[in-house]
């Protein structure tokens, strides 16, 4: 529960200052031993705490998840393997898992679309990184048209679909082996592109290091890059491109 929740609770006689205080002793964080769950960060950023569930043990994951999920808060996680999200949804059976973009949700309050991004991907080889774009994207609001297999092997197939970009705030553009598309979509549309290079490709590609590189060095105007497979990443931008978009303000300074 954010402050503004638990002030209007107070205000409507709906809840003891002794239970306000109570709640209030968890902000900004609460400590659970193995991890401090950032309870505030919707009320800073506009976004709830997002699990980076890779790496973590799966006893962890579950009781950051089922305290999360306590809260009725929405919650993401990322990079859940199969075995992780199995022991997740056995003990919250509020979250579901999506395989390929490996994100694993529980969504309390569902959001209102709005808004539009695009992402595209070279090939159908780097789909689970934009899924989990297109993903992160979707849970947090945001209206995605994903373009998948539009590579520049065969760049009739990106030019046959330029409609697909009209209309659109932010476009996110993934890519393996040398990276090229979103110099190419840079070139087409009059919005940001964010590159996501992808660790697909054959052994000079290093592992997405020549896609990384072509897409930082692109000439193409308007380019951001972000770290090599992190579709969550460009997801959580562009949906902040797309607010300032569909809200149209200037901040105060």
Do not use: W
Request: charged residues 20%; hydrophobic residues 40%; contains cysteine.
């Amino acid at each position: 529960m954010d402050v503004k929740a638990i002030l209007s609770g107070v205000k409507a006689g709906n809840m003891e200052i002794e239970e306000a205080e109570e709640l209030l002793k968890k902000l900004p964080y609460e400590d659970l031993g193995y991890a401090k769950i950032d309870h505030h960060r919707n009320v800073r950023q506009g976004f709830e705490e997002v699990i980076y569930c890779q790496g973590k043990e799966t006893e962890h994951l579950v009781g950051i998840c089922r305290r999360m999920a306590q809260e009725r808060i929405n919650v993401l996680g990322t990079r859940a393997s199969k075995e992780q999200a199995d022991a997740v949804v056995g003990a919250v059976p509020d979250f579901v898992y999506e395989p390929v973009s490996r994100l694993l949700k529980a969504e309390f309050r569902k959001q209102e679309p709005t808004g539009k991004i695009v992402v595209c991907t070279g090939g159908t080889a780097d789909i689970p990184v934009a899924d989990e774009a297109a993903g992160a994207a979707e849970f947090f609001g945001t209206n995605v048209t994903r373009l998948y297999d539009v590579g520049v092997a065969g760049i009739h197939r990106l030019l046959g679909n330029l409609e697909v970009f009209r209309g659109a705030n932010c476009v996110i553009a993934v890519a393996g082996m040398e990276g090229a598309l979103p110099g190419v979509v840079a070139g087409l549309v009059d919005v940001p592109v964010i590159a996501v290079p992808t660790s697909v490709g054959y052994g000079a590609s290093f592992g997405g290091l020549s896609a990384l590189l072509t897409m930082i060095n692109s000439c193409a105007n308007g380019i951001t890059v972000v770290n090599i497979d992190n579709g969550y990443g460009a997801g959580y931008v562009a949906t902040q491109i797309n607010r300032l978009a569909v809200r149209g303000y200037e901040k105060d300074i």
